[in-house]
């Protein structure tokens, strides 16, 4: 859940509070009371402040406009200090003209430049994805990374950068903007393999077809402060990963670094290139019982079809009939089931053993 913020501010400052705000509410980082935090002119500053301690953050915004040109430290050190710690109220501080805080009040935030936005927004969220990316030497990227910055991490959106050691030098520098940050290689990957991928990276099992498992990835990944990173992002495939909401994606031309890989991964592999017939008929089965245990169903079915095709090509009897059940079974379980009428009745006619009649 995002933390509630209060912003005590002068009404002369309600331009860099609206700031604040935007910030804090267009990537779902902070629910802030807006208008509940404006000081009616001659306000206590201080006062203002104890009421802010309805929300989980309170935010005392500085200028020459909400602060006495004289205020000593008792009228403001328990609003300011003692209390906010007594009840485990956080309270920041930030300076929005030459007017600054009293030193002994921390944090504090100079919102007079931009990079005071973007640490007061790290200090809100108070949480950072746990993603190491690899380590590849990259340097003279500053300039990129901060437009970078500014599209996807300060807002939610995407973007494409050509080369894979600053998306990973983006995802290390910007981890505190983030609640997690994922990995897909795209290369010719279908859509069904990588949308199991980025499922079984979340801890999600996808039983059911490809569009609703597009369906359930986009209300999850939406709802959350992901950020995506799909490196060989050359297909269609891969624009089915921006999925809006909260979610960022970075697209990358280039492929990471070769990974371990997954055993059904490497599965696919091989039955989409050219393989020993024996060899194809092994994989299947054991990207089927793979496939099948983790729940990732329409890979599943897309590789019983690439077997299905195999066979047909070969006139194997045996392995059309075992492709056939398993996606006459799996169109069942989805409800398909006029498709899995259809199927089943062409198994039964072309390709199940047939027992001999005596005479």
């Known amino acids: 859940m995002s933390p509630t913020v209060f912003p005590c501010y002068a009404p002369e400052e309600r331009e860099i509070a609206n700031a604040i705000a935007t910030l804090l509410e267009r990537c779902g980082d902070g629910r802030v009371f807006l208008e509940e935090g404006r000081m009616n002119r001659g306000a206590d500053l201080a006062a203002k402040a104890r009421e802010g301690r309805m929300a989980e953050i309170v935010l005392v915004l500085f200028s020459r406009h909400s ?37 002994v009040v921390k944090p504090q935030f100079d919102c007079r430049v931009s990079a005071g936005f973007r640490e007061l927004k790290r200090w ?52 505190e903007d ?18 199991g991928d980025l499922g079984a990276q979340l801890g999600m099992r996808l039983e059911g077809d490809l569009e609703s498992n ?34 960022s994606t970075l697209y990358c031309a280039e492929p990471g670094p ?10 696919q592999s091989a039955l989409a290139g050219p393989a020993e017939w024996e060899e194809t008929c092994r994989l299947a089965r054991m990207g089927r019982r793979m496939a099948r245990e983790q729940g990732r169903i329409a890979e599943l079915y897309e590789m019983m079809q690439q077997w299905h095709a195999a066979a047909e090509a070969l006139s194997d009897r045996a392995a059309l009939n075992e492709s056939s059940r398993e996606m006459v079974w799996i169109l069942e379980d989805w409800g398909r089931l006029e498709e899995a009428r259809r199927l089943e009745y062409r198994r039964a006619l072309e390709f199940d053993e047939q027992m001999a009649l005596p005479f």
């Open 214 to 247: 597009l369906a359930r990835l986009r209300e999850f990944c939406a709802a959350r402060r992901f950020l995506l990173l799909v490196h060989e992002a050359r297909t269609p495939a891969a624009r089915e990963f921006e999925f809006g909401g909260r979610c």
């Open 258 to 267: 070769p990974g371990e890989g997954s055993p059904l991964q490497d599965v």
């Open 67 to 103: 602060t006495p040109p004289r205020w000593p430290r008792a009228q403001w050190e328990g609003a300011f200090l003692h209390e906010p710690a007594a009840e485990g109220v956080r309270i920041g501080f930030v300076r929005c003209d030459e007017y600054p805080p009293p030193r």
């Open 124 to 175: 809100v969220r108070n949480r950072a994805a746990s993603y190491a990316p690899p380590e590849i030497q990259t340097s003279g990227h500053e300039g990129e990374l901060e437009a970078l910055g500014i599209a996807i991490a300060d807002r939610p959106g995407s973007a494409t950068t050509a080369a894979a050691a600053l998306a990973f030098e983006f995802a290390r520098a910007f981890s």
């Open 178 to 195: 983030f609640d997690e940050v994922f990995r897909l290689e795209c290369g010719r990957r279908s859509v069904a393999a990588l949308a």
